[in-house]
């Protein structure tokens, strides 16, 4: 049972990341000056997500 519960948690966390990514790749496609900014908000983003799977994790071991 707790490894369906992290891999729900990592399936979450993969498609949160891929969601982040494919946005800021339209962002810098569309204004490349900006892309300093976006890709230190991306890197932020992913580590929350991450931050959340890792929650997950501990969760559903308990």
Known sequence: MNVIGY???VV?????????????ANSMARQPEVQGRLFTVF?????????????GFV????
Do not use: D, Q, T
């Open 43 to 55: 890197i932020l983003a992913s580590a929350f997500i991450e931050a959340l799977c890792l929650i």
């Open 12 to 24: 979450g966390a993969a498609l949160g990341i891929g969601i982040a990514a494919n946005a800021v």
């Open 59 to 62: 969760v559903s071991i308990m």
């Open 7 to 9: 891999g729900i948690c």
